[in-house]
Structures are given as C-alpha cells and as structure tokens.
C-alpha cells in the first residue's frame, strides 16, 4: 500500500463533509453565491496543508542531501543513493570536469 489507511479515511471524510455541506447549500438554500464562497474558501484550506506538508518534505529532503554532501566532503562517503560507490565517482568526475561545483553547505 503506497498510503496509510487513515490518511484515505481522513482524506475521505473531508470530501464528504464538502459534499453534504455543498449539496445542502446548493440544492436546499438556492445560494449560488454562497456555494461558490464556500468551494473557494474550502479550496484555499485544503491547497494551503497540501502546500505545507510537500514544504516540510521538501525542507527535510533538503537537509538529507546537504547532511549527505557534508559527510561526502570530508571522507567520500556518505550519499544516499542505491550504489553509493558509483554516485561518489561520478561525482569527482562531475567536480574535476568543472560539471557541479561544491558549495559551502551549512547544516
């Protein structure tokens, strides 16, 4: 399974609310423009997690790499790839060809 049960079961729960709240103000109250504040309203929160959590992955995948790339400068070991012997010299190679040039990374 590529996503835990209670994330579906969450993720369904809140398109359900959505729908009997959408169709109870479409359908009961004739409010066109109160079902349209609402999608956008709820859009803008649901894009807004979304947005933090790929952040936050994206911080945490940052910091791996910046870890990795530390740890390979000081004694060639160190990156996470499946055959890190490989990823090392093809990384010298990339450095001594002027391909990618090392940055001063800070943890």
Known sequence: SLV???KIVSTLLIIS????GAD???VYKK?????LVASII???????MVFKIGLN???THRYKMVKGII??????????YPQPN??????????????????NYRE
């Open 4 to 6: 835990a049960r209670y």
């Open 17 to 20: 609310f959505y729908v009997v």
């Open 24 to 26: 109870w103000i479409y």
């Open 31 to 35: 409010r066109e423009k109160a079902f």
């Open 42 to 48: 709820f859009s803008m929160i649901t894009y807004s």
């Open 57 to 59: 992955n994206l911080s």
């Open 71 to 80: 740890g390979w400068q000081k004694n060639r070991k160190g990156l996470a």
């Open 86 to 103: 490989v990823a090392s010299e093809t990384l010298s190679l990339a450095i001594k060809r002027g391909t990618f040039h090392l940055m």
